[in-house]
């Protein structure tokens, strides 16, 4: 209030801009503080059209709560505030809804020390339309993280947010930032607090009560980018196409434990499992969850050949959707649960083709050498991407069902196989032997920005979390 | 004075830990620790007992109806069988489940090894080449699988011998990437499961 009228009386240039950078009166001493009101603008570029241009560089480290204003950081909450800006700036540029500064023109800007003292003027030189700035400091229980969008023209906050929590995942602070600030400034569901789900033989382990040398696969979590992989499952057996259930909190997976294939959810937060298909006769392979989580769509022989059913989660009130002589394996819904797109081999090839959730009107979608796997994409979108025979090796194909095109993602790279959509639509993870073995790798709609999740042994079949 | 003070905190504590102890000792025993001495007390009856119930259940699935040859087969081992396995395997043509005529003969010698040892339980597996993607190849091993153990049946094999499994292209028998791979890979691969 004082300073307010201060400045008016003063109307000084250099005192106008000391006076925007200081936050909302903040008083440093009760903890549980309320967040300061943020007037909530989005920032743009000054070039119609362009994405705007924000620098994100690595966020300030703070002495501890309590300690002298001029201590040094714990090296712990250092290690954080670096981790958190370059996590966060990968985040933000996996969606490429901004421009980001290149990471090494950080260094040619003196380091912000608070919110205080950010060098707007440094920043406008590089053009920056915005200017990420965040702190971390340890505090009794944890720790504090606070992050500021500032608009470098006009040097008022866009965007802030603060949180306190545990120094352990320090990544988590980045993502969960960079979905609220594409929500806020781009009205975009970001996808950086997503997981993957794959299997994978990396730890080497033998099948157990065969004779051949048989690797066993196991189901794996990973964050989005890659990090944080572990392992769900444990039996040294066959589990493959584990998928996320739409609240992220279980997994549906094949398994052959039990000798044939059978469906097994695994509530991985609980650490408890269920088996839907426990005593059908016949193979049970690849569920799919409905779009509301409470039924699974799946392939099952136990009449014979392989053809679709639907049933509850628990495995009740089981429906048969298709009756013909062919093949149909691998159901993925539509994203409002009204539609099952599935493959058949009908018509001699594997194709996809698509019917209503109840089983009928069953019609064809592709007319390609040899397609499968198909997967629908969320809305916006009305896509379902699927794996092509192209040559010796397989393709990812989208089709855009609106208009029936077809287009080509990948091109001979080794085989890439068994697309699956991110959440918002924008991005797939696929198989792809590119690299010599079989490895997951995340890739733009546009088939931009390829990035190799995994790295370790042999990575099949990812499904990403909705 | 201070270490009187110190002293009596001193036996109080110990007198609390002694207390806690007994407190504890009584409480404990759930909780597995070393038990001192294995129980002594007529450890030569009860240690000879054990062994004998497993016997008259393992009987009756060894019993051969017919009295086998004493070759080497029927005195095999299940994994030793499994390994120079009797059982052909049957081949199949790219994204097919046909039964050539050199595999349908492989089937007929499988059919005879069948009946000659009445008391096989043969697990048929279903297995694909990598060209195929894995999703429609579990399908596609399971027609091959199907195909095979439907064959059987119709040269007399009884249906309650012959189970099937699908492995898709999870498990190929050969490492390569060509089409002398792909051939050994393309099969229905006999596992025996008991005899």
Known sequence: MKRTLLVTAAALLVLASLAAQQPPAKTPSPPPQQQPSEVSTTIASDQAGAPPRFAVPEFIALPSEGAAPNARPDAEVADAARTIGRVLWDDLTFEREFALLPRDIHSTVPAATSMLDVPFDRWRELNADGVMVGTVQKTATGVRVEARLFNVRTRQSAFAREYSGSIANARLYAHTIADELHQQQRALRGVARTKLTFNSDRDGERLSGTVETRGAKEIYISDYDGENQRRVTTQRSLNITSTWSPDARSIAYTSYRRGAPQIFVSNIYQGTLEEPTQGSTGQNWLPAWSPDGTRLAFATTRDGNSEIYVMNRDGSNLRRLTTNPAIDVSPTWSPSGTQIAFNSDRTGTPQIWVMGADGLQQRQLTHEPYADRPTWSAAPFNEVAYTARTGPGNDLKILELGTGQVRQLTFGEGSNESPTFAPNGRHLAFMSTRAGKAQIFTVARDGRDLRQVTKSGNNYQPDWSK | ?195
Not at chain 2, 25 to 39: I, L, S
Not at chain 2, 81 to 105: C, G, H, K, M, W
Not at chain 2, 134 to 153: H, K, V
Request: hydrophobic residues 35%.
């Open chain 2, 1 to 195: 004075m201070r270490r009187t003070v110190m002293s009596g905190a001193g036996i109080a504590l110990v007198m609390l830990s002694a207390a806690m102890a007994i407190a504890c000792g009584e409480k404990k025993p759930p909780v597995a620790r070393p038990q001192p001495p294995p129980p002594p007390p007529s450890a030569a009856t009860s240690a000879s007992r054990p062994p004998t119930p497993p016997q008259p259940v393992s009987e009756p699935t060894v019993v051969p109806p017919e009295p086998v040859r004493d070759d080497a087969i029927a005195s095999a081992s299940l994994d030793e069988l499994n390994r120079s396995s009797p059982l052909r395997p049957a081949f199949f043509d790219y994204d097919s489940s046909e039964l050539s005529a050199e595999t349908q003969q492989a089937l007929n010698a499988n059919a005879g090894v069948l009946r000659r040892y009445p008391g096989w339980t043969v697990t048929i597996e279903g297995h694909c080449d990598e060209r195929g993607t894995a999703e429609y190849n579990l399908a596609l091993g399971e027609r091959r699988a199907g195909a095979t153990r439907a064959y059987l049946i119709s040269l007399g094999i009884s249906a309650d011998r012959l189970r099937t499994v699908s492995y898709g292209k999870e498990f190929p028998f050969e490492p390569g990437h060509d089409e002398a791979a792909y051939a050994k890979n393309r099969r229905a691969h006999f596992v025996v499961t008991a005899k």
